[in-house]
């Protein structure tokens, strides 16, 4: 995979799929699927909170590679998970900024973190996926 599509997957890639992945969690948790209008909103707001993590990640990511980690390799994965987990800190740090106390935000400081690591595994296994071997 060229340097190019590699930075767009991590810039925008993460905000969908932390979107898919609380959407399952709000279902699970509540026991039926949300309306759209709610799916909508989280599209919205993850893209807004999670627009610096996801620049942040991407930064890092690059740094990465650019010392010759290679997008194939396992440890590729592992250093993407590690910066999600931060960035589910910082996305869940926004909030609590922006919105001050509100109901659940404990539970926010425990699902984020979670959510930013299996975001940030599912990432980087989907540019493992596309990447070449010379990549």
């Not at 599509?5 to 949300?34: D, K, Q, T």
């Not at 980690?69 to 396992?74: E, G, I, V």
């Given at each position: 995979?060229?340097?190019?599509?590699?930075?767009?997957?991590?810039?925008?890639?993460?905000?969908?799929?932390?979107?898919?992945?609380?959407?399952?969690?709000?279902?699970?948790?509540?026991?039926?699927?949300?309306?759209?209008?709610?799916?909508?909103?989280?599209?919205?707001?993850?893209?807004?909170?999670?627009?610096?993590?996801?620049?942040?990640?991407t930064?890092?990511?690059?740094?990465?590679?650019?010392?010759?980690?290679?997008?194939?390799?396992?440890?590729?994965?592992?250093?993407?998970?590690?910066?999600?987990?931060?960035?589910?800190?910082?996305?869940?740090?926004?909030?609590?900024?922006?919105?001050?106390?509100?109901?659940?935000?404990?539970q926010?400081?425990?699902?984020?973190?979670?959510?930013?690591?299996?975001?940030?595994?599912?990432?980087?296994?989907?540019?493992?996926?596309?990447?070449?071997?010379?990549?």
């Open positions: 995979m060229k340097k190019t599509p590699r930075i767009i997957l991590n810039l925008l890639l993460p905000s969908a799929v932390a979107v898919v992945l609380l959407y399952g969690v709000v279902s699970i948790m509540s026991g039926e699927l949300p309306n759209w209008r709610y799916g909508a909103a989280m599209v919205i707001y993850a893209y807004v909170f999670a627009s610096a993590p996801s620049i942040t990640h930064l890092t990511m690059e740094y990465c590679y650019r010392r010759g980690l290679q997008p194939r390799q396992w440890k590729a994965v592992l250093i993407s998970a590690v910066s999600g987990t931060v960035s589910g800190l910082l996305v869940v740090g926004c909030m609590a900024i922006a919105f001050g106390e509100y109901p659940g935000l404990d926010a400081f425990l699902i984020y973190p979670a959510l930013g690591t299996a975001t940030g595994a599912v990432t980087a296994l989907v540019i493992r996926a596309f990447a070449t071997e010379d990549a």
